[in-house]
Nanobody, 126 residues
Framework: QVQLVESGGGLVQAGESLTLSCAVFGDTATYNGFAWYVQLPGTEREIEGELVAAISSEEATKYADFVKDRFTISRDDAKNTVTLLMDNLKPEGTAVYYC????????????????WGQGTQVAVSS
């Protein structure tokens, strides 16, 4: 069993920064990657969740075009944490952010269907 626990969300003003953290519990040896997804207001993650950033065990990364050069994903396997540093936040970044574990290869990320965190709310005011 794997448990992912997100934290760090909150209310910020446009242009400010926020750091999200994902604490990883359990055996993730089956998976080599982690990612952050965003659930936009009024949608269901399973239907319209969007990949924000992903990182492999070799620390290869990929980002959604709408966050490139503003967000940075990192992992600390010794501390079992995955971090998303979000700079220059925009009001359209208001959403629930979810941590995911899965497979990352050939520049593609495939989330494990059964393992998601509870999400952390980010609100960006204009």
């Amino acid at each position: 069993q794997v448990q992912l626990v997100e934290s760090g969300g909150g209310l910020v003003q446009a242009g400010e920064s926020l750091t999200l953290s994902c604490a990883v519990f359990g055996d993730t040896a089956t998976y080599n990657g982690f990612a952050w997804y965003v659930q936009l207001p009024g949608t269901e993650r399973e239907i319209e969740g969007e990949l924000v950033a992903a990182i492999s065990s070799e620390e290869a990364t990929k980002y959604a075009d709408f966050v490139k050069d503003r967000f940075t994903i990192s992992r600390d396997d010794a501390k079992n944490t995955v971090t998303l540093l979000m700079d220059n936040l925009k009001p359209e970044g208001t959403a629930v952010y979810y941590c995911s574990t899965g497979h990352y290869y050939d520049s593609h990320y495939y989330p494990a269907a059964d393992y998601w965190g509870q999400g952390t709310q980010v609100a960006v005011s204009s």
